[in-house]
């Protein structure tokens, strides 16, 4: 069965910081990535995901991950974050027809 | 173009009652998708149907939890006989008759609380 590891539950930032959100994923057949963003009291919205083509994929936002097949990961990274970019983040793996989620990665920008 | 619509979107039951949560997905989708978010964990995938039918309940709990997408109306899932361990977010997404879940959308969820 697939699975996914966030291994940073939380990460604290300065604002216009770098930051890297790590995800690891198993899998051993083709997979789709994805990077959700959760704002305090409300759904899931797409940042961006990994289906085929590119191994780095960008959101409109400045976020970007990089699939490395090697490493099995798709790590998300901002190189200068904002105090709006203060939510969960959650790390996905397509199952056939599900998602498999991480337990997410709280980000918190500081001024 | 209205996305994923749940109702309500907060949710209070006392222990023993019943938990209906509604879910209209995206005009054109005829796939959904319900999943459980409990307190600081990721959402658990519980079921995927399409209209009239259940493709996958893998996630979901043998006992009093059901989930339907009749031909006419929203997806409902059902809780029967709450228990506080049911408190938790539930999320719904949609997708278009391709059924993947590349291309499904979230709804703003509906926050249970049994009290």
């Known amino acids: 069965a697939q699975s996914v590891t966030q291994l940073d539950s939380q990460v604290p930032v300065f604002e216009e910081a770098p930051v890297e959100l790590r995800c690891n994923y198993s899998?051993?057949?083709?997979?789709?990535l994805f990077w959700y963003v959760q704002y305090p009291n409300q759904g899931l919205q797409l940042l961006l995901k990994?289906?085929?083509?590119?191994?780095l994929v960008e959101s409109i936002n400045g976020f970007e991950a990089e699939f490395n097949k090697s490493q099995t990961s798709f790590h998300l990274r901002k190189p200068s974050v904002h105090i709006s970019d203060t939510a969960e983040y959650f790390c996905?793996?397509?199952?056939?027809?599900?998602?498999?989620f991480g337990t997410g990665t709280r980000l918190q920008v500081f001024p | 173009n209205a996305g994923v619509m749940q109702n309500p979107r907060h949710l209070v039951r006392r222990r023993g009652q019943e938990a209906r949560l509604r879910c209209s997905p995206m005009k054109g989708h005829s796939h959904v998708y319900w999943y459980r978010q409990l307190p600081e964990e990721g959402l658990k995938f519980m079921v995927y149907?399409?209209?009239?039918?259940?493709?996958?309940e893998s996630g979901m709990p043998k006992e009093r939890f059901s989930a339907e997408f009749p031909k006419e109306g929203p997806s409902i899932l059902r809780i029967q006989q709450v228990v506080r361990g049911d408190s938790a977010a539930y999320f719904c997404?949609?997708?278009?008759?391709?059924?993947?879940?590349?291309?499904?959308?979230f709804g703003q969820g509906t926050r249970l609380t049994v009290v």
């Open positions: 996905a793996v397509s199952d056939t027809d599900k998602l498999i």
């Open positions: 149907l399409q209209k009239e039918n259940i493709i996958d």
């Open positions: 899998s051993s057949v083709s997979v789709y």
């Open positions: 997404a949609s997708s278009p008759p391709t059924g993947r879940s590349t291309e499904a959308f």
């Open positions: 990994y289906l085929s083509g590119s191994t």
